[in-house]
């Protein structure tokens, strides 16, 4: 079999990603947690923070329960910050706090490590 170097780079991007999971200072989240943290990051990246009733529709993380309290536990980490609209005190919206992005970053330092 031919050697792909895709494939062979992504296997390699697992393994340091997983590298960076272990250290002590990356919080440790479950699956659901992480891809939760994920989806809000990417909406907030594309530069669109979601409503707390945008997140709970996040399928890819749980039922709407299983969604509110990973929500909820991020917060406690201190990974998203849950804030009100200054017009409408109702809307809350989702956006990941810097030590969320930092997470990010580590994991984005892993991609620049496959192109040396």
Known sequence: MTKDPVFDAYFRFLSLARAVHELPSTPKL????????EALT???NAGRAL??????AVSSAGAPATVHRKLTSLKKRGLVSVDENSDDLRIKTVKPTRKALDH?????????QLKA
Do not use: G, I, P, S
């Open 30 to 37: 479950d699956a659901a947690e992480e891809r939760l943290l």
């Open 42 to 44: 990417a909406a907030w």
């Open 51 to 56: 409503t707390v009733t945008e997140t709970m």
């Open 104 to 112: 990010f970053q580590k994991l984005a330092a892993c991609l620049d």
